[in-house]
């Protein structure tokens, strides 16, 4: 799954980082926007194989599958989730990197959970168009975006005492 996908790359690279002896916040920092790239790119994919059961609309961008061997629902109008999360990853991208100018002012780290937290807060609400099955009252997808939120916010908040607390000259290498 695309949470999956995160959840181990993040793994991935705090465990190369600490062997590497590289700022794992760096990286996090330099992974947001391509992370954004990344997703888009995939949902074209799901578009094209016609993946995520949307739920049926009446909408005039509604998507009605006409191949039988697709992975939609031939014969059914539906949310086109997919292409919504598409347009979110792009638009995330486009409104953050107008702003890299700024968020280079935030602690090292918080412009990469930026980035992951406010397309988990998208794909939490864009849940709501998918078909999935539910988990204890919401969507597996939107359990692991409130991790995602959790996580970066935790996390966010622990990077500005952090640099509170450093010296200036530390600050730097942080």
């Known amino acids: 799954s695309q949470w999956g996908g995160l959840f181990g790359a993040l793994l991935g690279a705090y465990i190369w980082c600490r062997r590497a002896g590289a700022n794992f916040w760096r990286v996090i920092d330099a992974a947001g926007p391509a992370a954004m790239i990344g997703l888009a790119i995939g949902r074209i994919g799901d578009i094209i194989n016609g ?20 992975l939609g629902q031939p014969g059914l109008v539906v949310h086109p989730e997919v292409a919504y999360e598409l347009i979110m990853c792009l638009l995330i991208l486009g409104i953050l990197w107008s702003q890299r100018g700024r968020l280079a002012s935030l602690p090292i780290g918080v412009s990469g959970l930026s980035y992951l937290s406010i ?19 919401l969507r597996q997808a ?18 500005f005492r952090r640099r509170q607390a450093l010296p200036p000259q530390q600050l730097q290498q942080a």
């Open 51 to 70: 993946e995520h059961h949307g739920t049926p609309t009446s909408l005039p961008w509604g998507v009605d599958y006409v191949n039988p061997d697709t």
């Open 119 to 137: 397309y988990a807060s998208g794909r939490f609400l864009l849940s709501y168009f998918r078909e999935d099955s539910l988990a204890f009252g």
């Open 142 to 159: 939107q359990w692991a975006s409130l991790a995602m939120i959790i996580f970066a916010v935790i996390a966010s908040i622990w990077l």
